[in-house]
């Protein structure tokens, strides 16, 4: 079972070789590990490295970390040509995007260090997570300007892209698609009030579905939580609830369980793994 997105360097979470225990024993074989500034990149960097069939390390600027000192985009590269001389993960990048649901955001900011990601994702073909939040005609337009600059069929890298925690309209599903885009599904959505989200999953093909817990935040609903978890700021999603997120999703979805596990495997590995030709 493969969890598409979570951030298990966050401070929130403690006993982090104890979580990462209950992870395996739930049955989570590979995870990717998100940074956001270049402030825990080490981290996420020697998580990767305490647990290499686990863990794959991303490293990408959050856009609630834009503005950032510039030396950022360098040491951005330096963690990924790092990562890509490892022999069985690739260089991947995010979490990045674009946001308009913070407060006092910085378009410029973002946009450039978005365009600069995807600039990377492009030059080492590498899987890129990307979180857009009330931003999506934002976010098309900065695909298509880059299209006529690039002169490029694929929007953004012949490996394509994973919109993380997808909660964009049904209808722009298709124009997503063919751009090249995976969606992941966050048991944040199994909420009563995010329906709508749910349903949307139900058109996205599932060649192209994956799913995330988002830990630690993205809590699920009470009835999609295996593994309770607090910490001092209150409860916050245990990564081990991926389980219960799969059986969830799967109902909704009108499959079997085995079924859209072996989806997701196959997804998982052709999006994030080393072996896609
Ligand atoms: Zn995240």
Redesign the pocket.
């Known amino acids: 079972m493969t969890d598409a997105?979570?951030?298990l360097q966050d401070p929130r979470i403690l006993n982090t070789e104890s979580i990462i225990r209950s992870m395996r024993k739930s049955g989570i074989t590979r995870c990717v590990v998100?940074g956001?500034s270049p402030s825990d990149w080490e981290k996420v960097r020697l998580l990767a490295e305490s647990h290499p069939d686990l863990i794959i390390p991303s490293y990408g600027l959050h856009p609630w970390n834009t503005p950032c000192k510039e030396n950022w985009k360098l040491l951005l590269r330096d963690y990924l040509t790092e990562s890509n001389s490892l022999s069985k993960v690739l260089p991947c990048i995010g979490?990045c995007g674009l946001d308009r649901w913070i407060t006092d955001y910085n378009m410029k900011a973002q946009e450039d260090a978005f365009n600069y990601q995807l600039d990377l994702a492009s030059e080492f073909n590498a899987p890129i997570t990307i979180?857009i939040l009330k931003a999506w005609g934002w976010f098309l337009e900065t695909l298509r300007d880059r299209q006529e600059a690039n002169g490029t069929q694929s929007l953004t890298t012949e490996r394509g892209f994973l919109l993380?925690?997808y909660n964009g309209s049904t209808e722009l599903i298709p124009e997503l698609v063919s751009a090249g885009a995976y969606f992941s599904f966050s048991g944040y959505s199994l909420n009563t009030d995010k329906a709508n989200t749910l349903e949307t999953f139900r058109h996205i093909p599932l060649d192209r579905l994956l799913v995330e817990t988002?830990a630690p935040?993205m809590l699920p609903p009470a009835h999609a939580i295996s593994h309770p978890l607090q910490s001092t700021a209150g409860y916050i999603n245990h990564p081990a609830n991926l389980s219960m997120i799969y059986q969830e999703l799967a109902k909704a979805l009108g499959l079997s369980t085995e079924n859209l596990h072996a989806h997701i495997a196959k997804n998982f590995s052709t999006f994030f793994l080393k072996n896609k030709t």
Do not use: I, M, P, Q
């Open positions: 997105h979570l951030h998100n956001t979490e979180h993380h925690s988002d935040d």
